[in-house]
């Protein structure tokens, strides 16, 4: 049977990502968590986040479920390749964005069961409050 990312699990890498950021300090986030077939499973906008944090968020999220891999890594491959990266993000209605701030989450055996993605902060700010919910929840990321 294939593991499915629960609800619960997706609250607690939310809960664990907005008190990453708050211990750093880091300006106000959105964190989103979909499941492995892009479809939303929790989201947080912070008191202060701008209204666009949301579907950056998310974008970055769904993206990085979409391509079975890090925001940061796509980010990469677009530099490399940016016509391809910008067709993808048309033919998608806009919901993918190759930044930085989004990861993978893997189950034990390492299926991707979701993603989670943030904004409001840096790329690197983003994608370090993902992985530090995405491992207090017990799951692993790239």
């Known amino acids: 049977m294939a ?9 607690r890498i939310i809960a664990a990502a907005l008190e990453a950021a708050r211990v750093k300090n880091y300006k106000a986030m959105a964190v989103v968590v979909v ?15 701008s209204m666009s944090r949301v579907d950056i968020a998310t974008g970055k999220a769904w993206g990085c479920v979409s391509m079975g891999a890090s925001s940061r890594a796509l980010w990469q491959r677009a530099q490399d390749n940016p016509v391809f990266f910008q067709s993808l993000a048309v033919t998608h209605g806009g919901k993918f964005i190759p930044q930085t701030g989004a990861v993978p989450i893997r189950d034990a055996d390492g299926t991707i069961v979701g993603a989670v993605g943030a904004s409001g902060g840096t790329g690197d700010e983003d994608e370090a409050i993902c992985i530090a919910g995405v491992v207090a929840a017990g799951l692993r990321h790239e």
């Open 3 to 11: 593991s499915v990312l629960t609800l619960a699990q997706a609250n």
């Open 35 to 49: 499941d492995a077939a892009g479809h939303l499973k929790a989201v947080q906008r912070e008191d202060g986040a």
